[in-house]
Structures are given as structure tokens and as C-alpha cells.
């Protein structure tokens, strides 16, 4: 019998040890961002977060995180917009207090502001800077005489058929595959949104799209107008006539109704980056790609000034001819053409020789990105707007100059040495971490992906 009781024991201080575990241990949950694998438990088929909508998304990670009763989720990009919808899946369970801390690296939390105008609009928008670096491209290949203004160079034309011979079979390598034809005419419109599509499903960019379902139901306040109703009363008597005012009484004021847990902790860590950076960081590890990619920002801007100068050049060249001989129609035909191609290539010099503020403007619909996702799109005032509470007595965000890559890199945010793998300590992601809760996950560390 005393065996049997010291067994007892023995297994309630292991249970109660193991139970322990799930209650009062801090963990620390990394929600990563589009196109990662995930597996959930009972599930024969892993799970892409590029194609799964963001609802069911939420469900899979309450169905992998849901049992651990202290929680600090970390998302970078599509992962804190996840982890804000995260917060009021957990607060419509009735399990709010679950999460102590919600921290949003670079994430899209209002949206993808760039689809502010759909989807067709964005594809739009970048076809168009596309067909305008082809178009520059094409200018340096005008110079050899597609339109041979200057009878004394009869080679140029056959260097200039030589040379666009080896141009259209060799550049589309350079474009994923594309045929330069689908680039350069509209059909790079419907191509685009192939691109689009084949990265991002429609149910995860109808969610992206500011003002969506997911938005709206999930993480920005909504705003009840107030009620009540008209009465008539009467104000005065004219004669035998009684004279009635109508007005309008309010039963219930105007209120904001916040998705966010009134308790929960909520900063924002906002990257202000380069677009040049960001792409040269995220093929880093394909030395020749890397190489090819680097030569072309560096050396899209003076090729194209140079073919700005030569389409110039054979402009006048051609224009003194046609002024020699006005019915040289030929001369005339090469001034158009050789103006032509001078403005493109101009337009191509204005936007690669400022390639991040255009790509920003036109692109992003922005002044200032992390070179994928625009400034403002990246936080919310977590009292004001969320109805919820600032991480930190110094501010809900802090900005730094990083990439959509490097964000989940850099020692500011992860700590020295640290990174989204292995956030370490003296980050800000420790400093919001313990600051919130008096605690450090350490190796308590989660995380949504496949392994």
C-alpha cells in the first residue's frame, strides 16, 4: 500500500510538472510570411500559406497553438497580418488571455495597400514599367538602323538584324522563360496576373486587398453609428393651431466595436528599406543570378543615357538630310523613328536611374517602402485605432532601415547572431517580449512552418 501511495506521488508531481509546462511557461510563436509549407496534425498534405485563405489559415494555427496557455506571437509580413486576425480568433473562443503580446515584423497590416485598385490595376502598373525597360532595351538595338537613315553605314542594317536576332533569343531567359513577344505587347497584361496568380492564390489576395472580409472582420475597428429615433413635440400654438417640431432622440451614442483583446500588447516593427537591396538580398545565395541581376541596376542608367545621345545624334543626322532633300521621305521616316527612340529611351533613364522612388510611386502607391510593403501599411496605433494596448511605454513601433529580407535577419530586431529561426536576447524582439511579460520564451520557440 505505501508503494502504491509513493507511486501516486510520483505520477502527480510528473503530471503537474508536464501540465506546468503548457500553463505557466512563456512561448514564443513565429508566424512566417507567404509561400511557406506548413503541416497540421491529422492532415496527410502539408499546406502552402500562399494559396490556403487567411480564415482557414487562422484556424490551422489555433489548431497547432491553441493549447498553450501563454503566448507571444511573432509575424513577419503575411505572419503579422496572420497574427493580428490570430488575436480575434482567439478573442471570439474566449480565449484572449492566451496572448500576452502581439509583435509584426514588415507585415501588410492594413492590407496590401498596392490593391487598393484590384488586382488587374497592380498587374497594369508593372506591365507597363516592363514594356518601358524593353522599349529602352530596344533603343540601344535602333542605333544599328532598323531605320537606316545614313546610306554611307549599309552595314548597320545587317549588324542590327544580327544583333535583335540574338537579343529575342537570348533575353527571355532573363524573364522567367516569357517569350519577348508576351512582354512587349498587351498580352503581358494578362501575363502579369499569371505571374501574380502563380504566387499568391485569389483567396489570399482577395484578403490582402484593404477594406476585405478578413479586414473588416478580423482587425480594423468598426464603427457603429449612433441610434435612435424621431419624435414630434409640440413647440407653440398659432391660433387654434398647434405647431409640432420633429427631432431626433438618441437611445444609444456612437461606438467603436475593436477586434483586438482589450489587454493585448501590440507593436509594430516597420522596415524602410531599398528595392535594389531587397531583390540582390533574396538571390543572394545564386552567385551568377546575383551577378547578372547587380549589372543590370548598375548599368541600365548610363546604357541608357548613351542610347538617349546616339538616338539624338541620328535624329539630327537624319533631320539635316530631310532638310537637304524635303521630299527625302525616308529622312523623314528616320526622324520620327530615331525620336521615338530617344524618348524611350529617356523614359527608361528616369526609371532605373531612380529606380526605388519610382518603383515606390508607381508600383507601391507609396513614398517609402521595406522595398515590398509601404511605410503606412505596416502599423496601426494599437490604443487609437485597435482599441487595444501599446507594447511599450516608448511607443507602439520603431522603424529601421531595413528590406523585406533583412528584416528577418537583422540584430535590432532578433537580438546579435539572431534570427527569426533563433531570436536571441538584447533584440527588440526580447526587449517587447519582457517588457511585456516579465519573461523570456528562450527556448520555448515555435514556429508555423515545415522543418
Known sequence: MKQRIIACIVLLVFSSSLFADTTTSLYGIFFPGIKTNYSVPGESTSKNTASVAMEQQLKDAYTLFGNYQQQVVIGHSQGGFRALGYANYLKEKGEADKLKAVISIGAPARGFTPLIKGKDDLSRRIDDKVKATINGINSCFSVFGVVNAVSAWPFLGALNTTLQGLYQFVFPFFLNGFKYNDWASPSSVKMMMNVLGDVVSNDV???????????????????????????????????????????????????????????????????????????????????????????????????????????????????????????????????????????????????????????????????????????????????????????????????????????????????????????????????????????????????????
Not at 522595398?371 to 511605454?393: H, M, N, R
Open 205 to 451: 489576395m482577395r484578403d490582402f486587398t484593404p477594406g476585405s472580409d478578413y479586414i473588416r472582420n478580423r482587425i480594423a475597428p468598426t464603427y457603429i453609428p449612433a441610434q435612435g429615433h424621431y419624435v414630434k413635440i409640440k413647440v407653440g400654438k398659432i391660433l387654434w393651431f398647434d405647431i409640432y417640431k420633429t427631432i431626433w432622440v438618441m437611445d444609444k451614442p456612437a461606438q467603436m466595436e475593436y477586434k483586438m483583446p482589450p489587454n493585448l500588447n501590440v507593436g509594430f516593427v516597420v522596415g524602410e528599406g531599398n528595392v535594389k537591396d531587397m531583390v540582390l538580398e533574396s538571390i543572394k545565395n545564386n552567385e551568377s543570378m546575383y551577378n547578372l541581376v547587380n549589372a543590370f541596376f548598375s548599368g541600365m542608367p548610363p546604357l541608357m543615357a548613351i542610347s538617349a545621345e546616339l538616338n539624338i545624334v541620328l535624329a539630327a543626322v537624319a533631320l539635316s538630310s530631310a532638310l537637304a532633300c524635303p521630299i527625302n521621305w525616308g529622312a523623314w521616316a528616320a526622324v520620327g523613328y530615331y525620336s521615338v527612340q530617344t524618348s524611350y529611351a529617356l523614359n527608361a533613364l528616369f526609371i532605373w536611374a531612380d529606380f526605388n522612388n519610382v518603383f515606390n510611386r508607381d508600383i507601391l502607391l507609396t513614398n517609402s517602402s521595406d522595398g515590398f510593403i509601404p511605410y503606412a501599411a505596416q502599423k496601426w496605433d494599437p490604443v487609437t485605432e485597435l482599441g487595444c494596448k501599446s507594447i511599450s511605454d516608448k511607443g507602439s513601433y520603431v522603424v529601421y532601415d531595413v528590406n523585406h529580407y533583412t528584416e528577418l535577419e537583422d540584430d535590432r530586431i532578433w537580438g546579435i547572431g539572431g534570427d527569426d529561426y533563433n531570436p536571441k536576447e538584447n533584440g527588440k524582439v526580447h526587449e517587447w517580449t519582457y517588457e511585456t511579460t516579465k519573461q523570456w520564451f528562450g527556448s520555448n520557440y515555435l514556429m508555423m512552418m515545415n522543418h
